[in-house]
């Protein structure tokens, strides 16, 4: 079964947020869900397990899309989690090894 983003949208209730229209929040169970939109690319975050699991069933069953498992790249940076420290680090230090060794900087 196929739905429209508006359908979908107003059967889950959430709503656009910051000036790109390209993020989106919803309330669930007193349990916020942000999902962020790149091209091909969806990540939606979640603080509860069972609430985003369960928010992702419904989106996968509604639109055409694979889960990948946890986050460990979006938008060229490395993300990784301390989940028992709570916290979590960007990185593009691949990205900067990249740069410096296509213009021959890298092995100054």
Do not use: Q
């Not at 196929?2 to 229209?21: C, L, P, T």
Request: proline letters at 2%; hydrophobic letters at 40%.
């Amino acid at each position: 079964m196929a739905y429209d983003n508006e359908r979908f949208s107003g059967r889950e209730g959430y709503e656009i947020v910051g000036f790109e229209k390209s993020m989106w929040r919803v309330v669930i169970d007193g349990h916020w869900i942000l999902l962020s939109a790149d091209i091909d690319e969806f990540v939606i975050a979640c603080a509860n397990l069972p609430v985003l699991d369960s928010f992702r069933k419904r989106l996968l069953e509604a639109f055409e899309g694979t889960y990948e498992g946890p986050l460990e790249h979006y938008l060229r940076c490395e993300i990784a989690r301390g989940h028992i420290a709570g916290t979590t680090t960007l990185s593009r230090k691949h990205y900067a090894k990249e740069i410096l060794r296509s213009y021959g900087f890298w092995d100054i």
